[in-house]
């Protein structure tokens, strides 16, 4: 039996050492695919495996029709955007996700990002403390609630949005209930988004929202590129010169940012809010665990597709 790690952005060595460890003692084989450049070589890494571990790396319907023998994918990390839920479906393979394994490490980087403007880049020159400024998350779940944990730990004033949860279950974590993003977004110099990308979400963060924004209103996105409005970002930009935008993972204007709005922005090299080895130990060695009670026991406790 075949397990293939298809990692476009390899995991730590530590970490594919424990999943490693993992598909040995359930008696299976690991094949490794990192770093590799082109489709073609997913295709053919692909061809004889009956399980596969994915990070961001996209799984299509023509993946899917290479990988003939393939019964299970596990995108190790929370957002599963970047797999085909439909094609998994009608090729008869489970996709699952592994929630809350890497949460933690998005959470300090959006803190680290926050820090790291807040100072200025460490240049030398004066920078602002966190303490006693507005912070607003944009959605509870997992990193959420991590947000909150660090953010108090700040001395931070924290908001939460999140229709979804319980309005006890902020509360419980010292957060105050907004009732609509508006709410939050015109109450918070900060903002944290933690939405997922799909059909509903996409775009959903424009120039509205933002405008709305209080004096030096800082937006940081560890969530999606996708989830922002770019036109409305950018005219918030020409309007606002007390706006920031700090995002893992560089959007499709950066060009406009970096030519116009020096000093203002961070965008990470490659999406790396999960990539620590811890978040890939937890991620890794889980999609792994996954895999094989799936195949031992039929497990399907953290499947996405129906
Ligand atoms: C996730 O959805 O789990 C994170 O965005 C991490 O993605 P990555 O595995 O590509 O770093």
Redesign the pocket.
């Known amino acids: 039996m075949k397990i293939l790690v298809a990692t476009e ?1 390899p995991f730590a060595p530590v970490a594919v050492k424990q999943i490693r460890e993992v598909i040995d003692a359930a008696g299976y084989e690991l094949a490794l695919l990192e770093n590799y450049k082109s489709v073609q070589e997913l295709f053919t890494a692909v061809s004889d495996a009956e399980a596969m571990i994915v ?2 790396d996209m799984v299509t319907s023509d993946v899917l029709n290479a990988a003939k023998k393939l019964k299970i994918v596990v995108r ?4 599963y955007d970047n797999l085909d839920l439909p094609a998994c479906t009608a090729h008869k393979v489970v996709a699952m996700n592994t929630p809350g394994q ?1 949460s933690n490490a ?1 959470a300090e980087l959006a803190f680290e990002m926050m820090l790291y403007q807040a100072r200025n880049g460490f240049s030398g020159k004066s920078g602002v403390e966190l303490r006693g400024k507005t912070i607003g998350i944009h959605a509870f779940g997992n990193v959420g609630r991590y947000v909150a944990e660090i953010a108090k730990g700040f001395g931070m004033k924290i908001y939460g949005y999140d229709p979804f949860v319980k309005d006890e279950v902020l509360k419980a974590a010292g957060v105050t209930v907004c009732k609509s993003p508006e709410e939050l977004y015109s109450k918070c110099q900060y903002v944290s988004v933690h939405i997922p990308a799909n059909d509903k979400t996409k775009k959903s963060i424009g120039y509205a929202l933002l405008k709305s924004m209080p004096k030096d209103a800082v937006l940081v996105n560890t969530a999606r590129k996708e989830v922002i409005d770019e036109e409305g970002l950018l005219k918030i930009f020409e309007e606002r010169k007390d706006f920031t935008y700090l995002s893992d993972v560089e959007p499709d204007c950066k060009a406009v940012f970096e030519e116009k709005y020096k000093g203002r922005f961070i965008f990470t090299a490659k ?5 620590t080895e811890e978040a890939n130990i937890n ?1 890794g060695v889980a999609a792994a665990r996954q895999i094989v009670d799936y195949f031992k026991t039929g497990n399907e406790k953290f499947k996405v597709n129906k």
């Open positions: 952005k990070r961001s190790a990390g929370a957002g890497n998005v999406k790396m809010g999960a990539q991620a």
